[in-house]
């Protein structure tokens, strides 16, 4: 761009060098300053136009995430209510094997209680169900008997067997204790 001057004269050269460097100065401080302007107008041009788009492409990214949280959202639902069934079945197992298992240990203690209530001598539901049976027995034998007092002594003789042949239930050790204590 800048082209030498030959002169001849070199004070005329040299002041010919000086105004050519000043308007090369100015010309290349004219050049830097229209590249400038053009950097900063396509500068702002580039802004503008990512601006544009960027709204686009965010709005185009909202939507997308609204569709994606609506899906994960739904497959969610399905999962918790699968592990929600799954858990409810579960729970109805181990309850059921849990009143089994307390129906089992119920069942001994029972058996356990029984044996040494036995042992004790207390009677049981059994033996307090034959004694009533016995004792009703012995009620209307008695019952029978008064009534029949004004008849002949024959009818009393057969009742008395009657009452005689009952079933005996053995006397228990409490019981042993209890005629024990009103004879002394």
């Known amino acids: 761009m800048v082209k030498k001057m030959k002169s001849s004269d ?3 050269t040299k002041s010919a060098t000086k105004a050519a ?8 401080a004219g050049a830097v300053k229209d590249s400038a302007q053009q950097i900063w107008l396509a500068g702002m041009g580039a802004f ?6 960027g709204t686009k492409v965010f709005e185009a990214l909202v939507k997308e995430g609204l569709s994606l949280q609506k899906k994960t959202q739904g497959l969610a639902e399905d999962k918790i209510s699968e592990v929600t069934g799954k858990m409810s079945a579960m729970a109805g197992n181990v309850q059921a094997k849990a009143g089994q298992n307390w129906d089992k240990l119920e069942a001994i203690f029972e058996a356990r209680t029984a044996k040494a209530l036995g042992k004790l001598g207390v009677p049981t539901a059994k033996d307090v169900q034959a004694l009533t049976a016995r004792v009703d027995e012995l009620a ?22 009657a009452a005689v ?15 024990k204590a009103a004879a002394a």
């Open 10 to 12: 070199t004070g005329s």
């Open 21 to 28: 460097a000043g308007l090369m100065d100015s010309q290349l």
């Open 48 to 53: 503008s136009k990512a601006q544009e788009e």
């Open 140 to 161: 209307t034998a008695v019952a029978k008997l008064s009534k029949g007092s004004a008849a002949p002594k024959a009818p009393r003789k057969a009742a008395a067997k």
């Open 165 to 179: 042949k009952a079933p005996v239930v053995p006397a228990t050790p409490v019981k042993r204790a209890r005629r």
